[in-house]
């Protein structure tokens, strides 16, 4: 800041000058005065070091300020007064944060001090409702004779039976706990296993009904046999074949059981082959 406002400040380097022939002007109108030319010259001796540094520190601070800066003394110092002017609307907006703060931190300090003031006087209440007690007096009689019933009790017990008795316990829990654990997976069904087949079902000629030879393979119904898709497969001759998609459970339904079902239409059915069997 103090760099800026003196590159823009405006100094009058020549001053000296004019005091000068201002000075010869008035000698020559009234004649020259002893005393006061000496003092006037001794001014002058100082407006003129004054200036010299006035000028030389102009001179440094332009240098320093670089090519951006403002050049010479009659600059216009309307960019300082605006930013003064920002910084009195700064000022003058903390001053209202700081007075918010302080209000705020007053008004915690007065409920701290009401909080502070409220709590001695629970603190004294809570011991003397607490201090007077019938049954607090009574007490060390009851717990006397609770310690002598419990050492009796103590002279009672069988030390060497309660390992007996606690394997007796735990062979127990053991056997409950498999019971429990073989009754959950009788439970639990097995899961099935399945098998997809694709047969080849042969006609015994061109005239054969492929429609009537499907609809008399479908016909087969058996528990855990599931028909799926089909089509004609050429063979040759105009003779075609049917190849149909079934699911079938190997516990169930068998391949011989499955073939010996289909071979029973010997009208239409000449033979039954298995093209492909996976397991599912």
């Given amino acids: 800041m103090a760099t800026n406002f003196l590159v823009h400040e405006k100094i009058w380097f ?3 000058k004019y ?3 201002e000075r010869k002007f008035y000698e020559q109108m009234n004649g020259p005065v002893a005393g006061s030319s000496r003092q006037e010259n001794g001014a002058s001796v100082i407006l003129r070091d004054i ?5 030389n520190i102009q001179k440094s601070l332009a240098g320093s300020s670089g090519p951006g800066a403002s050049s010479g003394p009659g600059g216009d110092p309307s960019e300082l007064v605006i930013r003064i002017a920002s910084l009195e609307v700064e000022n003058q907006s903390l001053r209202g944060v700081v007075q918010d703060l302080q209000q705020a931190v007053s008004k915690l300090e007065a409920r701290l001090s009401a909080l502070e003031k ?16 019938p049954m ?10 609770a ?14 039976g309660s390992d007996e008795e606690g394997d007796k316990e735990a062979a127990r829990l053991r056997e409950e706990r498999l019971r429990q654990y073989a009754e959950r997976k009788a439970k639990k069904p097995a899961p099935v296993a399945k098998s997809s087949i694709l047969l080849d079902v042969k006609p015994w000629d061109d ?8 609809a008399c393979v479908r016909s087969v119904q058996l528990d855990g046999l599931t028909w799926g898709g089909s089509k004609l497969m050429p063979v040759g ?3 075609h074949k049917l190849q149909i998609q079934c699911v079938v459970e190997d516990d169930k339904v068998g391949t011989d059981l499955l073939e010996e079902e289909i071979t029973k239409f010997e009208e239409h059915v000449q033979s039954v082959d298995i093209a492909a069997f996976n397991k599912i």
């Fill in 147 to 160: 310690t002598a019933t419990e050492d009796d009790e103590d002279d009672d017990i069988d030390l060497f």
């Fill in 136 to 145: 607090r007096q009574v007490e060390p009689p009851a717990r006397k004779v």
């Fill in 19 to 21: 005091d000068d022939a």
């Fill in 118 to 133: 409220s709590s001695p006087a629970h603190r004294a209440t809570a011991p003397q409702t607490q201090h007077v007690s």
């Fill in 237 to 239: 001759y105009g003779i």
């Fill in 207 to 214: 005239e054969t009904d492929m429609a009537q030879l499907e």
């Fill in 14 to 16: 020549d001053k000296f």
């Fill in 51 to 55: 200036a010299r540094a006035r000028e």
